[in-house]
Structures are given as structure tokens and as C-alpha cells.
Nanobody, 124 residues
Framework: QVQLVESGGGLVQAGGSLRLSCKTSGRTFSVYTMGWFRQAPGNEREFVAAIKWSDYSTYYADSGKGRFTISRDNAKNTVSLQKNSLKPEDTAVYYC?????????????????WGQGTQVTVSS
């Protein structure tokens, strides 16, 4: 079993930055692909970014390209999402997720474990 705990959310003005972190438990973190998703009120949960376990390759949704950076530290069992140039439309609950299969994907169904989420609010 893997547990994921997100942190780093909060209130920020448009144009500002936030860094989200996800701490995982479990000895096999290093073989999971890790992803970030978000869900705004009234919307479906959507993919934000993912990072593969083996070669640290990354994959971003168009909404975050050039503004968001996903990274991981296998020694600390942590994955992070640096978010710059934030916009009000980035307001959402952000979720960390782990994919045991290891493939880098934007499909929610491929992720086996989920955190509880952290709220990010961007004011205009």
C-alpha cells in the first residue's frame, strides 16, 4: 500500500508562484510514475503533469507547459510541482497520484493511488 500526502497549497495572486509537494510512503516509490491532477469546482478532474520513474521523463498538459515543472526525489520519496505565472483558472484542488505500471500517462484510470488533495486559489 502507498500513501500520498500533498502540501504547499494556498492563496496566491495572479502571476505568483507556488510549489506543491507530495510525500509518499512505501519502499517502491522509485518505480512508480508520479502524476499531478487538479479539479476545479464543477469540473472533472484533469491531468496536469507526470514524471516517469526510470528516466525522469516528463509529460505536461497544454495548460501547464512552460509554467509548471514536475520533479521527483526518489531518495526522499517526494514529487513536486513548481507552478509559476499562476492564473485564476489554475484555481483547483491539486492531487498527487502514483502509477504502479510505470508508464507515463495522463489517464486517471492508470493511477493506482491518490492523495487527499491540496487547495490552490489564485486571486485576480
Amino acid at each position: 500500500q502507498v500513501q500520498l500526502v500533498e502540501s504547499g497549497g494556498g492563496l496566491v495572486q495572479a502571476g505568483g508562484s507556488l510549489r506543491l509537494s507530495c510525500k509518499t510512503s512505501g519502499r517502491t516509490f522509485s518505480v512508480y510514475t508520479m502524476g499531478w491532477f487538479r479539479q476545479a469546482p464543477g469540473n472533472e478532474r484533469e491531468f496536469v503533469a507526470a514524471i516517469k520513474w526510470s528516466d525522469y521523463s516528463t509529460y505536461y498538459a497544454d495548460s501547464g507547459k512552460g509554467r509548471f515543472t514536475i520533479s521527483r526525489d526518489n531518495a526522499k520519496n517526494t514529487v513536486s510541482l513548481q507552478k509559476n505565472s499562476l492564473k485564476p483558472e489554475d484555481t483547483a484542488v491539486y492531487y498527487c497520484a502514483a502509477n504502479r505500471g510505470g508508464s507515463i500517462t495522463s489517464q486517471m484510470s492508470e493511477y493506482d493511488y491518490w492523495g487527499q488533495g491540496t487547495q490552490v486559489t489564485v486571486s485576480s
